[in-house]
């Protein structure tokens, strides 16, 4: 089993910043693809960003230049750093991974259990 537990959510006022971090545990012999999700209510989840072991990133047109997406493979973590936050990024946010148990096999899909972001005056 893998776990993926989140961290650093909260209430923010438009305009100002929060980091969630997202550290992966269990049985782990590499990790491909990490990446951040978001749900609002009444919404589908849709992809906020993802970073590839070797730091390629992908952002949502959304967020692009707002957000950064960053990793620490050795501790298995990723982060996401948010400036400028806006009422319309007011969203559960999950974290996801991509990983292996062996060298060789499946990979497999890990998701955390979410993290509140309410950016609101």
């Known amino acids: 089993q893998v776990q993926l537990v989140e961290s650093g959510g909260g209430l923010v006022q438009p305009g100002g910043s929060l980091r969630l971090s997202c550290a992966a545990s269990?049985?782990?012999?590499?990790?491909?693809?990490m990446g951040w999700y978001r749900q609002a209510p009444g919404k589908q989840r849709e992809l906020v960003a993802r970073?590839?072991?070797?730091?390629?990133?992908d952002y949502a047109d959304s967020v692009k230049v707002r957000f950064t997406i960053s990793r620490d493979n050795a501790k298995h973590t990723v982060y996401l750093q948010m400036n400028s936050l806006k009422p319309e990024d007011t969203a559960v946010y999950y974290c996801?991974?991509?990983?292996?148990?062996?060298?060789?096999?499946?990979?497999?899909?890990?998701w955390g259990q979410g993290t509140q972001v309410t950016v609101s005056s």
């Open positions: 269990g049985s782990i012999f590499s990790i491909g693809v």
């Open positions: 996801n991974a991509e990983y292996r148990r062996a060298l060789v096999g499946n990979s497999y899909d890990a």
């Open positions: 970073i590839t072991s070797g730091h390629s990133t």
